[in-house]
């Protein structure tokens, strides 16, 4: 099981990290948050993260 949890960590982006791989800024991120629409997104804390597989689609 830990192997899950490792795996989901390293799949877990960033704000800029996401932004680069998109070719947008990441203000643009930041507003379709705000407009909670285009690309799901998660908290951890009081961090948001992105999914790689949500990236990929």
Do not use: C, F, H
Not at 5 to 18: E, H, I, S, V, Y
Not at 24 to 33: A, E, F, G, N, Q
Request: charge should be positive; aromatic fraction near 6%.
């Amino acid at each position: 099981m830990k192997d899950n949890a490792d795996n989901a960590g390293r799949n877990l982006l960033t704000p800029g990290q996401a932004a680069e791989q998109l070719n947008i800024p990441v203000s643009t991120l930041s507003r379709w948050r705000s407009e909670r629409r285009e690309l799901p997104y998660v908290t951890v804390g009081r961090l948001v993260r992105y999914r790689q597989i949500d990236i990929d689609q």
